[in-house]
């Protein structure tokens, strides 16, 4: 698993690196990218660069909070439309419930509540009067003051509470689609914003195994949504005790490696056992008519997806979409240099256009934008590139006559472009998307088992995760570490210690069977030598 | 159009209850519904016990705000697809906002601040801590409030300041769909509540003309899908002075008529002309190179057509769910008594249920429940036609063996059933789901156009809007009065005069061509004699 040599078609972030800096020392210039810096000169400055000039989001002047523009949001729409569909096949529904949640509530489950008193957005009055200075200020004070959701346990457990009656009512398995207010210091758009998009799942059940047995499939939804649809490998574990949602009994979650190497926590499941239940009368009367307190779960992926699917795939040019959450497959530029063939390949494109529409992938029609814009061509189709749409096509007057169109692959470099018959490409459209598809998973895949080390020695790890010294003309962080597994003694004081000296945290201790190294033997923790039945999975984290 | 007997299908409000009436008095006793009270008796009481009855929505622990229910979720979410894909047939593309506008935003548009200033949710503080009595308390002021959107022109203009800069730009067409929050202090389930779900769509011109354009190619959306999908006839028009949303030019509306004869405003589109621009610098290079304001719309629609659904179509057993929105078309409930049959039967019922979902309706597969919780079946059927699911399918061993199914349909009495071979039913369910579908709005419409009265007298008109005596045994306010079609001339005093009389206000100055009564002829307003162009249409309102 650990290197695995990248096929043809994997040529991970590195190795493109490596290529750029040969060319770099040839020609004695700098190599030019559409995106500036590289990911190597400074990767957090360019994830903002790619946001920006792909179009995906901006800041707004509410500080923290994000405008998501309509490049992004479509990618949003597919995620949910995906997602959506596994969630209503597992049985459940969705509803929907208040923004606002009283403080009484949230005061109930008390770690919950510690865990999230520090971000929370509070309402303190209903209405706004004359300040006397010609402005307005906040008046109607409200007797207890409401929270912006920051999650809905609370409000949604109130609510379980006068819903379930008896077991008959049992599983309960409740979905919602939302925004939620974390006020955030240090905020990074998708990644970590004060307001974010959301579905957060709430389910309870009449037994601890099936409450468990819900937590642990919603966790699998969300490997194999992270693996099929954003081509996104992702390990899949649970989280140590420091690292669990408050209020949890356990907490499983998906992890998936960015290109810098760096874990993103992509989707958490929790078992929340009886505590909720218990602080907010969750109960029911079983078969026996005796009251039983409900075992809940809940489980959430949000708008970081899309931070997560950008430091997955996109390259020193910008956005790579994975086709099935791509907002547009194909993307049609006309070339209408000359007048007296504008008219016939306008006529040509419409007809490309619904010929491909007709044509299904994943299920669904190819989703196509025809680019009309009174743009320069190559300033549109570098706008396409940094957007990462899949497909390029450019037909001109030529193209036209020879009934071919010019296309280009976003996973291809921008100017290995080539021409293909009308029919062929037409007959060939699925083929090309899935290729893609499973083309970036690959790639992705490759890279990040490229950067899994097994290690079983302290100053292996310590080296492991301390970048090199910085070389000149470089600005960031050089990319350095990866996924570390070792074993661990599991002690709290010792992992607080390791993220002091390193800002290394236990992603997860992962789940068996998923094919990692050395899980499956025993072994003894490297920092303090005790036993230890298996390796968990060490990373610098967003 | 005024009255227009109603056709054998077309059983409206008035004379279903005088049927019950002559029963009742036939028989001496009250004839048992499964809402109480009646509509007749208590419309408004009516509405609510149906919004519980049928499982929609829910007052919550946060003042005003409902938790909307799966079945009542369900809707919208039938309502948002279809209403989606008119938005981006039409050119628009979904984006997302802040939730939050700083209060200086707000105060840029001075008639904007005055509409809604007196029932905003004011965030002051970001995050809680120790109150000293074991509780916690706001802190961490903010230097500017929030507020909690109530409506996003505002901070969506702010966003289209910095997007657009020159006339290619234009037009600029966005929609989202998000949460808003007006404080209201009478609040009613979907009609009226704090918070509500909506779309609100934001446009940017380069003209004039085009502004108004879309405004009106909106209100033709709205007007459409209120029409087709949700059974509901409207009359399109425009809104007086007094009505204007707070800063725009012109505002459109669609006005439906509910059962108890008084309107309900279903959705609005606004010309907000160069108002917002101009407060907010939302300007553009035209092709001469020169400075120009943007013209802009804004138009909505929001969870309160849920109530409106409820109020067109339903009766006193319950809820009645035009097909196109339902979320169940059909519900099939297996009859389980014996238990030598029990697994045949359930057999049965799944490939029945299968073979529906391999039939089309509306362009997507048949929706359908299977109904296997452990319940009398006599709870479970009651509890779909409370619903208003459209088509309810008893299936037991004698029709199994028939290879039949015994059908209920919601349009109809619910002891009217009949038993139809299995073929026949698949062969004939995208036809019957479409014939319930008309139906139900051929019926609303005779109902609507039966209490559409041209008034050309002053005491006919306070006649017309005054109710009888209350008779005994009722509560609420009698039903009466509906739309009354005037000549008026205009005076904002009368209008005001007028509506502190009688509670009733013009609904809209309707749209030419709509085939209202008496329209295309001047007259004179009966209240003044002085010369009017036009009708308009009065009515109590929502």
Chains 1, 2 share one sequence.
């Not at 240090?186 to 990644?191: A, K, N, P, S, Y």
């Not at 997806?305 to 979409?321: E, P, V």
């Not at 791509?326 to 419409?350: D, F, Q, W």
């Not at 291809?412 to 699925?430: D, P, V, W, Y």
Request: negative net charge.
């Amino acid at each position: 698993m650990v290197a695995g040599g990248p096929d043809a078609f994997a040529v991970g972030f590195r190795s493109m690196s490596e290529q750029k800096k040969k060319q770099q020392q040839k020609s004695g210039q700098k190599p030019k990218t559409a995106i500036q810096p590289t990911r190597e000169e400074n990767y957090a400055e360019w994830y903002q660069q790619v946001v920006k000039a792909a179009d995906m989001a901006e800041t707004s002047a509410v500080r923290g909070c994000m405008v998501i523009k309509p490049w992004g949001y479509a990618v949003w729409e597919n995620i949910q439309r995906g997602l959506d569909d596994m969630f209503k096949a597992t049985g459940h529904q969705n509803a929907y419930f208040p923004l606002f949640i009283p403080l009484s509530y949230l005061e109930k489950e008390a770690e919950h509540v510690d865990g999230f008193a520090k971000e929370c957005a509070v309402v303190t009055h209903h209405r706004l009067e004359p300040d006397g200075e010609g402005g307005l200020k906040p008046a109607g004070e409200l007797d207890e003051p409401l929270v912006v959701r920051p999650t809905s346990e609370t409000i949604i457990g109130a609510t379980f509470a006068k819903w379930i009656e008896s077991w008959r009512d049992l599983p309960l398995l409740i979905n919602q689609w939302a925004n939620v207010v974390r006020w955030e210091m240090r905020t990074r758009l998708f990644l970590r914003t004060a307001e974010f998009l959301w579905q957060e799942g709430h389910t309870a059940h009449a037994t601890k195994e099936e409450a468990v047995e819900e937590t642990l499939q919603m966790l699998e939804v969300y490997r194999s949504f992270a693996t099929d649809w954003l081509a996104m490998p992702v390990i899949t574990g649970e989280k140590t005790e420091g690292e669990r949602f408050p209020g949890a009994e356990n907490t499983y979650c998906i992890e998936g490696m960015m290109q810098d190497r760096k874990a993103l926590q992509a989707g958490t499941s929790h078992f929340l056992g009886q505590n909720f239940s218990k602080a907010q009368e969750i109960c029911f009367a079983d078969a026996n008519t005796e009251k039983q307190y409900a075992w809940t779960t809940s489980w959430g992926v949000s708008t970081r997806l899309i931070g997560g699917l950008i430091m997955t795939h996109g390259d020193d040019d910008g956005m790579i979409m994975p086709p099935r959450v791509a907002p547009s497959h194909v993307v049609i530029l006309p070339v209408l240099h000359k007048e007296e063939t504008r008219e016939a390949v306008l006529e040509y494109c419409n007809t490309l256009a619904k010929d491909l529409r007709s044509r299904n992938y994943d299920g669904r029609p190819v989703r196509v934008e025809l680019d009309l814009r009174d743009l320069r061509g190559g300033e549109k189709s570098w706008q396409w590139i940094k957007r990462g749409a899949p497909i390029r096509v450019e037909v001109g007057p030529r193209d036209m006559e020879n009934d071919a169109v010019f296309v280009g692959r976003r996973d291809r470099g921008h100017k290995e472009k080539e021409t293909i018959g009308r029919e062929a490409f037409l007959g060939n459209i699925a083929d090309m998307l899935t290729e893609m598809q499973d083309g970036l998973l690959s790639r992705a895949r490759a890279n990040r088992d490229e950067h899994i080390r097994i290690i079983d020695e302290k100053d292996e790890f310590y080296a492991f995760f301390t970048p090199e010294e910085v070389e000149d003309g470089r600005s960031g962080v050089p990319v350095h570490g990866g996924f570390a597994m070792t074993h661990f003694c599991g002690d709290v004081e010792l992992e607080e210690q390791i993220k002091k000296d390193l800002g290394v945290t236990v992603r997860c201790i992962p789940t068996r069977g998923q094919g990692l190294p050395g899980q499956d033997e025993p072994g003894n923790c490297p920092f303090t030598g005790e036993k230890s039945a298996t390796r968990v999975v060490w990373a610098k984290s967003y």
